[in-house]
């Protein structure tokens, strides 16, 4: 099982909870569950080439992913999933 912490904004304007589980077995498919589970969604996190979008950082299991990532990773048994918006500024 995976668990999925979503933006307590996100969550709240689609009508969701902020934690969620899923057995999604990578990040194609977690992204899939969600946009199932609320249609949209999933064009808000990726563009369109199947990357996730810039404003978003992604914690797989404690590890960052690289800013536009592809949303392909594996994701293990156990994993935690943070996606968070970025942080930047001056």
């Known amino acids: 099982m995976i668990t999925v912490h ?12 902020a934690v969620l ?3 999604a077995g990578d990040l194609r498919d977690l992204v899939a569950h969600l946009d199932r589970m609320r249609p949209g969604m ?14 978003l950082s992604i ?3 404690g590890r960052r992913l690289e800013t536009r990532s592809p949303a392909s990773g594996r994701l293990d ?7 968070l918006r970025a942080v930047s500024g001056g």
């Not at 996190?45 to 979008?53: I, M, P, W």
Request: hydrophobic letters at 45%.
């Open 77 to 83: 048994d156990g994993a935690d999933v943070w996606i």
């Open 21 to 23: 589980n899923t057995d």
């Open 42 to 55: 999933a064009g808000w996190l990726v563009e369109a080439d199947g990357r996730f979008r810039q404003h």
């Open 6 to 17: 979503l933006p307590i904004d996100l969550a709240g304007q689609f009508k969701m909870e």
């Open 59 to 61: 914690f797989v299991s």
